[in-house]
């Protein structure tokens, strides 16, 4: 390599990098600061961030993230939403059936909701959020991907096998003190 | 204002629930809500109904949002009624579409009361 191309290599890694590095001003938890995010590295804050925000805004509370202490969970409950075009995956909400019970009951205002179709809507429609967020948080993915309806799975002996070799991040939050996580599997 | 007659379009009945709510928050006199869980079920009910304003989701089977959009504008009798979409497709192209085709406004879920208070009065005070 002549010393000119080195010189153009060199000046453009350092370009790369102080904008990987430059901290973002913007606020937390806005459609508009998310779309910077370009890189895979920011896929899990963006998620977590869709996540805080579809509960803040359409359950009404503000999620404490999970931790070592947090009690331990078998997911009965899951709702899965579908995402195709430029990046292809899933987004899984994994959960109690209380847990759940508990989130719709918050949604629609009344402790009067049943084991049945309520809850498992409300599923639904919390991970469609959530995938919508994320995606839209994403610089390219909101034009560039569409999602699916919601897809509910009720019942704990299942086994899901998708995307081998893909990608996969999962965040983890507590919901009155229930825990539950969301997941993301992809690949591009 | 006049009291609203309301039609709300979403496959989620939950979330349908929540825009309606979310209107009454809002301080709107509802004369009535009606529901549809997809655009065929919304079509069959704008044609029998005078309507003041619909909110519909866009991703919906059997019929999304954005033909139903586009089939409303065709029945004369409800050429005129505000539409506003309320939906988790937020990209920029799925709100030119929507609004090409007749929608008059946009809402991204999630969504709060002040959102469609913000949009929906305006609309109803012409």
């Known amino acids: 390599m002549d010393q ?8 453009v890694r350092i370009h790369l990098s102080a904008r990987a590095a430059a901290p973002s001003a913007r606020p937390v938890g806005k459609a508009s600061d998310a779309a910077q995010t370009k890189t895979r590295d920011g896929y899990r804050d963006e998620l977590a961030k869709a996540v805080c925000e579809v509960f803040e805004i359409m359950v009404g509370t503000s999620l404490a993230a999970a931790t070592e202490e947090s009690p331990a969970f078998v997911s009965d409950c899951a709702a899965i939403v579908g995402i195709a075009g430029s990046l292809c995956g899933l987004v899984g909400l994994h959960t109690s059936f209380e847990c759940a019970r508990r989130m719709a009951a918050k949604m629609l205002g009344s402790d009067e909701v049943g084991a049945g179709a309520d809850v498992q809507d409300a599923l639904g429609e919390v991970c469609n959020m959530i995938a919508g967020s994320f995606k839209g948080r994403i610089a390219g ?22 995307l081998a070799h893909g990608e996969h991040y999962e965040v983890g939050y507590t919901f009155e003190g229930n825990p539950f996580s969301v997941t993301l599997d992809f690949h591009s | 204002m006049k009291p ?8 989620s009945s939950v979330m349908r629930k929540i825009v309606g709510r979310s209107l009454r928050q809002a301080g709107l006199e509802i004369l009535d809500i009606l529901e549809a869980s997809n655009g065929t079920e919304a079509l069959s009910i704008a044609r029998e109904n005078s309507l003041d304003l619909i909110l519909s989701d866009i991703n919906m089977p059997l019929m999304d949002g954005l033909e139903f959009v586009r089939q409303l504008r065709s029945i004369e009798a409800a050429q005129q009624v505000p539409i ?7 990209g920029e192209a799925h709100v030119v579409q929507a609004l090409s085709l007749g929608a008059s406004g946009y809402i991204r879920k999630p969504f709060t009361p002040e959102q469609i208070k913000e949009l929906v009065i305006p609309l109803l005070r012409g």
Do not use: Q
């Not at chain 1, 000119?4 to 000046?11: F, T, V």
């Not at chain 1, 993915?141 to 899901?160: E, Q």
């Open chain 1, 4 to 11: 000119k191309l080195k010189d153009e290599a060199a000046r």
């Open chain 1, 141 to 162: 993915l909101a034009d560039g991907c569409a999602l699916s309806v919601p897809t509910v799975i009720i019942g704990r002996d299942f086994a899901l096998f998708s």
């Open chain 2, 4 to 11: 609203a007659r309301v039609l709300i379009v979403d496959d």
């Open chain 2, 84 to 90: 506003i979409m309320i939906t988790t497709e937020a």
